[in-house]
């Protein structure tokens, strides 16, 4: 190995993510994350070991890179694989071509045309259900048989380190018959996952379960804010939009479907069975550990496996209808609960709505997110000595102004 990786690293060998990344002395470009490190790929393009435009790595944003195709980005990542296990490769010898994370700027790493969010955990969907309809009837009828899911802001995506403002709304206090105005007072993380679209369509067309990896480029760990006062006074009829659009954040390293191929699982059972366009044949989760933090304080253990709906469902009904996609464009999971009170993956449900605070470590208890609290997010793979992982995302929350 010509650059060395501590043990237990997220971007291990068996990972290389990329990402978009600046310096005092270099301007926005990909990168890819080994180690502690990340490897400029303007800096490698520039030995003549590829084939194709150097523009697209000086980019603000991957969304050309990832246009080449996953015949490229694919062979980019195992060429980068091979040549970082080779004392004689082409990187050998060629510090200039690494930089330490910890002196470069990370920014988002794609442009994001439009961004969906769905609603696939049914241990989080049952929960919400229990707390705000009929406990015995939780789920609604239709959500066994679509990835229920919205349309959401794109703007308002942020990468790991941006800090969200506080959002004001109207809410309706409790007994009260007239709404109020000002900050929420119940701000909320969910933790979720989210893909990115690797490849466009066009207006008309579908994507099938099984041609839907094809068109997944890699996934980002996400966090969809959420402000759960407002959202309650307002989802009805239309669903979610205040309460959510005022900021998302993810992860900087996109780490590709390549990356997470031995993390593959077998999904849950879907009862009743599934629309003909939603049958899928193979594994399609994928067994991702994640946690979540408050502070120094870990308040919940999850995965990604647990989810019912899978990305290649979420992208088949998507398009079912003939809606367009395009490189860059990003789906989330929805909230990731798992069926332990610890792996619930929002406050909303690990407080149960303010009746049973978490406790910190400092002593103090959260029924939701304080001014001044960072958000701390992160998930990687296991198996054996095969460990991929996606970094972090962490945002602090200011005030409201």
């Known amino acids: 190995m010509i650059i060395n990786i501590p043990e237990n690293s997220d971007f291990s060998i068996h990972n290389i993510p990329f990402g978009i990344f600046s310096t005092q002395d270099r301007s926005k470009r990909v990168g890819i994350a080994i180690g502690e490190h990340i490897l400029d790929l303007v800096a490698v393009h520039e030995l003549g070991v590829f084939d194709f435009d150097a523009a697209v790595l000086h980019r603000n944003d991957l969304n050309d890179f990832i246009g080449l195709g996953k015949t490229v980005t694919s062979n980019v990542r195992t060429k980068i694989q091979g040549w970082l296990q080779d004392d004689d490769s082409v990187l050998a010898g060629k510090p200039e071509l690494f930089i330490k994370q910890s002196e470069a700027q990370m920014h988002m790493p794609v442009c994001v045309g439009d961004y969906t969010d769905f609603y696939s955990s049914i241990e989080h969907a049952t929960n919400v259900g229990k707390m705000f309809r009929d406990p015995e009837n939780a789920l609604l009828p239709n959500w066994k048989h679509i990835p229920v899911g919205y349309h959401g802001r794109a703007s308002s995506i942020v990468v790991s380190g941006e800090p969200i403002t506080r959002p004001k709304g109207q809410t309706i206090p409790k007994d009260a018959t007239q709404p109020i105005f000002g900050p929420s007072q119940r701000l909320d993380f969910e933790l979720e996952m989210g893909f990115v679209v690797g490849k466009n369509t066009k207006m008309g067309e579908s994507v099938s379960t099984k041609e839907a990896e094809n068109y997944i480029f ?28 005022f900021a998302s954040s993810i992860s900087p390293w996109i780490v590709t479907l390549d990356a997470l191929e031995p ?3 077998a999904g849950p059972a879907q009862e009743p069975k599934v629309l003909p366009y939603l049958e899928y044949e193979g594994e399609k989760n994928y067994d991702i550990h994640l946690e979540v933090a408050i502070n120094d304080s870990t308040v919940c253990h999850s995965n990604f496996r647990y989810m019912y709906w899978n990305m290649a469902q979420q992208l088949a009904h998507h398009t079912v209808n003939g809606c367009n996609v395009h490189i860059g464009d990003m789906m989330a999971s929805g909230t990731i609960s798992g069926k332990d009170e610890n792996s619930y993956g929002s406050m909303l449900e690990l407080a149960w709505m303010g009746t049973k605070p978490v406790q910190l470590k400092d002593g103090t208890e959260r029924k939701f997110i304080n001014d001044g609290d960072t958000v701390t997010m992160r998930g990687y793979g296991q198996k054996g000595d095969i460990r991929v992982g996606f970094g972090e995302v962490s945002t602090k929350v200011l005030p409201a102004t």
């Open 218 to 245: 890699g996934l980002v760990l996400f966090n969809d804010w959420s402000a759960r006062d407002i959202q309650k006074w307002e989802y009805v009829p239309l669903g979610p939009f205040l309460a959510k659009n």
């Open 263 to 265: 993390f593959r699982v």
